[in-house]
């Protein structure tokens, strides 16, 4: 079965800590997202890649950065915490598409991280 | 600027009634539409997708959507609901990499 892990469950980290989210997926996926989901919002992106080392904002970058040195792995790292980067953050990833058949796959998401900064 | 728009946040229904959760999307080009469910402390599954031909799409856990290309509407239905579908919602759009998430429709089953 197709798995897209997150490594954490649940995280409690203090301000001002430099934090990483880490995301593997074992499908060979092109594609790989962070998102962040908050009640009322629902999710926001934060970041995407479409290939190794590329790397493109989403709509709310700010405060977050990534890292994709491998193409199954995509991090999130918050460079120093704050408390209102409190929230659910989920992973995402797909197969690469501008046209084609594979156009209209969806995501295969991660279980989420929740992180809770004190 | 495409967008999803889903109507409802919460939609409390009696267990065994029937349900429909709204959304309506936004697009000048062609989009692929998806439903996705969130159960308590999980990720997102996939519950149905519409990339072309049928209007109505049948997915897991008896549900079903039907694509109106006049009303640009994506709306989730299923016939009698279960306490099992007590969840989150998700209506989304896609156009070549992109995806548009709606805000997410919380689906209360009541005993």
């Known amino acids: 079965d197709v798995k897209v892990t997150q490594s954490s469950r649940y995280l409690v980290k203090r301000t001002g800590e430099k934090v990483f989210l880490e995301c593997v997926q074992d499908?060979?996926?092109?594609?790989m997202f962070w998102y962040r989901q908050d009640p009322g919002l629902g999710l926001r992106l934060i970041y995407f890649?479409?290939?190794?080392?590329?790397?493109e904002k989403g709509d709310i970058p700010e405060g977050y950065s990534v890292s994709r040195e491998k193409k199954e792995r995509f991090s999130l790292i918050l460079e120093s915490a704050s408390t209102n980067q409190t929230s659910m953050y989920l992973c995402?990833?797909?197969?690469?598409?501008?046209?084609?058949?594979?156009?209209?796959?969806?995501?295969?998401f991660g279980s989420g991280t929740r992180l809770t900064v004190v | 600027a495409q967008s999803v728009t889903q109507l409802d946040s919460q939609v409390p229904v009696f267990e065994e009634a029937p349900v429909e959760l709204r959304c309506n999307y936004s697009?000048?080009?062609?989009?692929?539409l998806f439903w996705y469910v969130q159960y308590p402390n999980q990720g997102l599954q996939l519950l149905l997708k519409?990339?072309?031909?049928?209007?109505l799409v049948k997915g897991i856990n008896g549900f079903e959507a039907e694509f109106n290309k006049s009303q640009t509407s994506f709306h989730l239905r299923k016939p009698s609901v279960h306490i099992s579908d007590t969840a989150e919602y998700f209506c989304?759009?896609?156009?070549?990499?992109?995806?548009?998430f709606g805000t997410g429709t919380s689906l209360t089953v009541i005993p």
């Open positions: 995402a990833s797909s197969l690469v598409s501008w046209t084609g058949p594979t156009s209209g796959y969806g995501y295969t």
């Open positions: 499908m060979d996926h092109e594609n």
């Open positions: 890649s479409y290939d190794v080392k590329m790397k």
């Open positions: 697009s000048s080009v062609s989009v692929y």
């Open positions: 519409y990339l072309s031909g049928s209007t």
């Open positions: 989304a759009s896609r156009t070549g990499n992109q995806f548009y």
